[in-house]
């Protein structure tokens, strides 16, 4: 009989120790509990690191990586990736959150299905007057391919999981929005990535959110598509235009509480 398979889960931290606890407790509290936590810190300059060592001599499944320099969210997943040795993998950022059951549904269903990309719906929510404020339900495709996904960069990192072995080599690229030209590169490899329809995925808004900003959101799209995804110019205006028309019914042309 095959055990339970492990899956690791990368989380980036850069000055988000006013969010960080948060995050690691809803690692914590899976249902699931064959998980790795690999923390990589960025030379943050707030309380992160005393709320990481807090973390660090009580759980022995919790890793955490001290950087000399800050080198990015690329280079920190870059690098959990590397340090994975599990069947699967998930990222969380740290100021965004899990419900007690998603990494529990999501191994479930892929390991039923076969499939080796799975992501969720998600929610979410933004800090007002130290109250969260939960928007409605961001609702994705039940299915995207790679020609689907380039025109709608709709699935929020923190919601995925993809098997470790169909990653490969692929890394995320050292550029705003790496995580969209990163779900290229896994669907150019010709999975389908499908939907589990359990919610579970709580996603933070702030000033610097790219869901928050359309028009960054609508340059790197093009700019991705043009480096990495070698996309014509007739395509590329294609795909900014129906990124942008999807943004809008998802998000509203302003999508924050600032």
């Known amino acids: 009989m095959k055990k339970d398979p492990f899956v690791d889960v990368i989380m980036p931290n850069y000055n988000k120790g006013e969010f960080l606890e948060e995050s690691i407790n809803s690692v914590i509290a899976q249902e699931y509990k064959n998980w790795n936590l690999f923390i990589i810190d960025n030379l943050s300059e707030d309380n992160s690191k005393k709320i ?19 080198k990015g969210v690329a280079f920190s997943r870059n690098l959990g990736i590397r340090l994975s040795k599990s069947e699967y993998i998930s990222f969380l950022d740290s100021d965004d959150y899990w419900s007690p059951n998603k990494l529990r549904d999501q191994i479930n269903f892929m390991e039923k299905s076969g499939n080796v990309f799975s992501y969720t719906d ?36 923190s919601s995925m999981m993809i098997k470790r072995s169909f990653i490969g080599i692929i890394k995320f ?7 969209y030209a990163f779900k290229c590169k896994i669907l150019k490899k010709g999975c389908i990535a499908i939907k589990i329809k ?11 959110s790219l869901s928050s900003n359309k028009f960054r959101n609508i340059y790197w ?23 942008s ?12 509480a600032y």
């Open 198 to 208: 359990n919610n579970s995925t709580f996603y933070r808004i702030t000033k610097n």
């Open 245 to 256: 028309i999807s943004s809008l019914k998802r998000y509203g042309f302003k999508y924050s």
């Open 52 to 70: 990481l060592n807090s973390f660090k001599d009580k759980y022995n499944n919790i890793n955490i990586f001290y950087l000399s320099k800050n």
């Open 173 to 179: 690229p050292k550029v705003n929005s790496e995580d």
């Open 122 to 157: 998600y929610t979410p929510f933004f800090l007002k007057n130290n109250k969260k404020i939960y928007k409605k339900d961001i609702i994705i495709p039940d299915t995207l391919s790679y020609n689907k996904f380039i025109n709608d960069t709709c699935i929020a990192t």
């Open 221 to 243: 799209s093009w700019y991705i598509n043009k480096k990495y995804n070698k996309l014509s110019f007739l395509n590329r205006i294609k795909s900014v235009l129906l990124i």
